[in-house]
């Protein structure tokens, strides 16, 4: 079955420390990866995704991802953390084959950066 | 501009009624999802459209019922509503069907059955 795990409910990070929000997932054939931000109150923003190529994937704001194949995983990284980062975080990964493909959300993992 | 908008942003109505939320987008996309956020925060997917066309139907209640009027503009109409239908309800939409693409949400509506 086709699964994406977000295995932290909430992250706690002091601010200017490097902050890592994990994913892993399980899917048959060929991963598409994404992650959104969702800041209080708000609609999910785009992030960044991991299609094909380099394994490190740059995107908004200062985050980064590595798509790791053997370990099935595409944590989120950034290297020193605001407290503005401070908002929910979903992973996202496309399951299903043909044109039955669509996104299977994470759960969400909270990041609380504290000043 | 914004780029994909809903109306209204908050809805409050008794259990029983009927219900419309609704939802545009000016990016040129052809294809609108909605999701359903439930209180832990949970992302569903409910429908996707195509060009108009329904293309993924989730399991939801068949009280639920979108329509497309043309791929801009994708609303939702909810019959006799239930407490279990309190959530936030975000429209989506993308370039196209293919999951390479990033989606963009809209501001949500939060829904409350009393």
């Known amino acids: 079955a086709q699964s994406v795990a977000q295995p932290e409910d909430q992250v706690n990070v002091a601010e200017g420390n490097p902050l890592t929000v994990k994913c892993t997932y399980s899917?048959?054939?060929?991963?598409?990866l994404f992650w959104y931000v969702q800041y209080p109150n708000r609609g999910l923003q785009f992030l960044l995704k991991?299609?094909?190529?380099d394994n490190l994937v740059k995107g908004s704001y200062g985050f980064e991802a590595e798509f790791n194949k053997s370990q099935t995983s595409f944590h989120l990284k950034k290297p020193s953390a605001l407290v503005s980062d401070s908002a929910l975080y979903f992973c996202?990964?496309?399951?299903?084959?043909?044109?039955?493909?669509?996104?299977?959300w994470g759960l969400g993992t909270s990041l609380a950066v504290n000043p | 501009d914004t780029a994909v908008s809903q109306t209204p942003k908050y809805l409050v109505t008794q259990m029983g009624n009927d219900k419309s939320i609704k939802c545009e987008q000016n990016?040129?996309?052809?294809?609108m999802y909605w999701y359903k956020q439930d209180s832990k925060k949970f992302l569903k997917i409910m429908f996707s459209?195509?060009?108009?066309?329904?293309?993924i139907n989730e399991t939801v209640p068949n009280r639920f019922s979108p329509k497309s009027p043309d791929k801009a503009h994708l609303n939702l109409h909810i019959n006799s509503l239930e407490l279990g239908d309190s959530a936030v309800y975000f429209c989506?939409?993308?370039?196209?069907?293919?999951?390479?693409?990033?989606?963009?949400f809209g501001p949500g509506t939060r829904l409350t059955v009393t």
């Open positions: 989506a939409s993308s370039p196209d069907r293919g999951i390479t693409y990033e989606q963009y």
């Open positions: 899917v048959s054939g060929n991963p598409y």
């Open positions: 459209y195509n060009n108009k066309e329904l293309i």
């Open positions: 990016l040129g996309h052809d294809t």
């Open positions: 996202a990964v496309s399951g299903g084959a043909g044109n039955n493909r669509k996104l299977i």
């Open positions: 991991y299609i094909t190529g």
